[in-house]
């Protein structure tokens, strides 16, 4: 787990075993980096569920013995990014066509500003960006 700030943004940067029951662990650093940000609950809880969507979602084309997960968060005053890649180890496999069109994209798509998905043998990746301060629905 690293921290660092580059110019107004504090990025938080982990790796860790691709493992289901690692996800609470995510979750708390993750809240943790929030904080630090000066999120507010309501923007902590989203965070805390953009990242875990984001973690099934990245696992649901199957999670070999050698993938790791790593997650990368840029957190500024007015956007947070979020990127999620599984490395897929020594086991190539083939490249995921898209992500799985069910409640948790749904749930995604509704609490970020853009998505992006990219996947090959060797990696699948996740990136979401959501602005702070989102413009009224009025």
Same mark, same amino acid.
């Given at each position: #787990?690293?921290?660092?700030?580059?110019?107004?943004?504090?990025?938080?940067?982990?790796?860790?075993?691709?493992?289901?029951? !690692?996800?609470?662990?995510?979750? /708390?650093? =993750?809240?943790?980096? &929030?904080?630090?940000?000066?999120? #507010?609950?309501?923007?902590?809880?989203? !965070?805390?569920?953009?990242?875990?969507?984001?973690?099934?979602?990245?696992?649901?084309?199957?999670? &070999?013995? #050698?993938?790791? /997960?790593?997650?990368?968060?840029?957190? $500024?005053?007015?956007?947070?990014?979020?990127?999620?890649? !599984?490395?897929?180890?020594?086991?190539?496999?083939?490249?995921?066509? &898209?992500? $799985?069109?069910?409640?948790?994209?749904?749930?995604?798509?509704?609490? =970020?500003?853009?998505?992006?998905?990219?996947? #090959?043998?060797?990696?699948?990746?996740?990136?979401?960006?959501?602005?702070?301060?989102?413009? $009224? !629905?009025?």
């Amino acid at each position: #787990n690293q921290q660092g700030v580059v110019g107004h943004m504090k990025i938080t940067e982990m790796e860790l075993p691709a493992r289901a029951d !690692l996800l609470g662990v995510v979750r /708390l650093a =993750v809240a943790g980096a &929030g904080h630090v940000s000066r999120f #507010n609950l309501d923007e902590l809880e989203d !965070l805390k569920l953009i990242v875990a969507e984001a973690c099934y979602q990245v696992f649901e084309g199957g999670v &070999g013995i #050698n993938c790791r /997960l790593q997650i990368r968060t840029c957190l $500024s005053s007015d956007t947070t990014r979020v990127i999620v890649s !599984l490395v897929h180890g020594d086991t190539e496999r083939e490249a995921s066509h &898209g992500l $799985s069109q069910g409640l948790g994209l749904t749930l995604l798509k509704h609490l =970020v500003d853009e998505i992006s998905f990219h996947s #090959n043998r060797r990696m699948t990746v996740l990136e979401m960006t959501r602005l702070r301060v989102r413009p $009224s !629905l009025n």
